[in-house]
């Protein structure tokens, strides 16, 4: 498992909290950056339900969860900030959400923020009251978080927008992480809070399994359960579905286990029956109330509507046979690959040439760093949220993937993806030590370490001058400049030190005598023909809240110019490290 940087971990609340508002940026990559720390935050926060089992929780609940929820749905409401982030796969996909369609989101974002309010202000009612008032406020709690993850349950149908799921699916998962999120902290502080055990057994716990796939998709194994046969786990097993574990535990035959399993499925059955049954019958106990205390319009509609919705869904549900229900981790893939499907790639007998593959390249990199960000980093926390289950070493791993900006330029010779194949799973072998660079006029050769071990160099390995980064301990590559054309032409590397506050740059290294970037009159001559100009350029690379993790050149020239004429680069989480630092001799 690996550590969470805590001092990234503070300065994301803080970055929050300040609205991300730095001097330098424009509307847009303020927005971006607003976007990016949020989705950041919400994954950290996952994190530490996951491995801090909520032993402080309820200073996360109280000093960060609500912080952080109140800051996305406020922004939901917004969607300027989702406008830029959805806009960049829109463009990619031919896929945009309809005006009616962004205005059915937004009315539901307001229901959503009421409800957060609400819930919000009766936990700390809770909080703060003792004796009768505690028992009272308590009922109060128990309406307002019903109708919570009711509104969010129900808004999740409307997330998932046919024809546009892809376009949908940044909303769809933030929406999603909430309801997850909520659902667990039911679980384990619903006994303390006053609430029914039946109302966690049949309403809460049931819901969380079903939306994650607990029991059914994903084995539920107790975190302190090493020995199969423990009765425990015989326990947990047959609550959640898993009669292969049952099997294991007690020693059953195929048969009984058959058997069983059907028993299991039956009990299952009524068992969401009666939870959706006390689930609405407490949300027309809240509209009843509501109405006669006059609460608001927006709050007391958002249940109204919810309701409507979950009359019909709750049929469904129910209709569904165990295993059938397609859980969110399940449908946010499913998605994810289906927009895979959908960015522009070559026809089957067409020939690229090298900048033109770079290009259809630089699109599946960009289309699959913008999921992971948004939507995938999400997903692979959610069974775990309670705390209560072992989390396989692969969810972590997943959480660590790299992502990946380029081929800049021309060439594919070490990029791991195509039109059909995602980026592979790989493991952090450390945090980045060093990057070598040889340069002349052009960049000649690229090699990064990562703790004490060397990747493997591309391009060449004697041209140029050698020029060796050194990295201190918690020293982060944020940014990378670039210029290309018949060759990569210069790089600099941009820092930032989390521990020391200090920012500095390395580079340029190159010239930008091979690179030189097109004349403003050839630009606007092919903005009119709607034409982008592959060959030359110069840009930031960074992808937010990520830190440079590789680099290599992806095609390499002997020529009488030799150089690398293509390049790109790995990025990896910065809330999460490597479990040391270690910087071996050059």
Known sequence: MKPVNEEVTRQLVAMITQE??????????????????????????????????????????EATLFRIISKIIRIFDSDFEWRNVRAKVEAMIKQKL??????????LRAGQEENLHFF??????????????????????????????????SNIHHCKIDDYAVAGLFEFAATANIHVILLGVGIAHGKSWGFPQEYIDNVIRVEFNRVTGLGTRVPAIPRNVTQSGNSTVVARAVRFGNSTVVARAIGLGNNTVHSRAIETRNSKRIQRGI??????????????????????????????????????ASRQVLSIRDGEY??????????????????????????????????????????????TQYALSYSEYWPYLTGEFQV??????????????????????????????????????????????RSSVNIDGLQTRAGMFWNMHTGSTTKGIPNLIELAPGQ???NVDLTWGDKIGTLRFDTYNYRTNDSQSYGPYGSRLHAMTPSKKKEEEKKKKNKVDHTKGSVAVNRTGYALSSIFCTKWSESSDSGCEGVAFG???????????????T
């Open 120 to 153: 919000k202000n009766a936990w700390q009612s809770y909080s703060n009251a003792t004796g009768e008032a505690k028992k009272i406020q308590g009922t109060v709690l128990l309406s307002s978080y019903n109708s919570m993850i009711t509104v969010l349950r």
């Open 392 to 437: 396989p070493p692969e969810v972590f791993r997943r959480a660590d993937r790299e992502i990946f900006s380029g081929p800049y330029a021309l060439g594919s010779d070490w990029v791991t993806w195509s039109k059909d194949r995602e980026p592979p799973l790989t493991d952090r072998s450390g945090n980045l030590t060093s990057i070598l660079v």
């Open 98 to 107: 309809e005006a009616h369609q962004l205005k059915v989101l937004q009315h």
């Open 275 to 312: 939870g959706e049954a006390l689930q609405m019958r407490l949300l027309l106990d809240a509209i009843e109330k509501g109405e006669s205390e006059g609460l608001s319009d927006t709050l007391i509609g958002s249940w109204k509507d919810a309701y409507s919705t979950m009359s019909v």
């Open 20 to 61: 991300a508002k730095s001097p330098g940026l424009n509307k847009a990559e303020q927005a971006e950056l607003i976007m990016a720390c949020i989705t950041m935050a919400m994954v950290v926060l996952n994190f530490f339900l996951v491995v801090q089992p909520h032993d402080a929780g309820v200073y996360w609940l």
């Open 476 to 478: 982060l590559v944020h």
């Open 571 to 585: 990025w990896r989480p910065i809330f999460l490290a490597a479990e040391t630092y270690n910087l071996a001799t």
């Open 326 to 371: 397609e859980d969110y981790p399940t449908y946010v893939h499913r998605i994810y690959r289906h927009g895979r499907t959908l960015v522009p790639r070559r026809k089957r007998k067409e020939k690229l040439n090298g900048h033109k593959l770079a290009a259809e390249l630089r699109r599946f990199a960009d289309y699959d760093a913008i999921l």
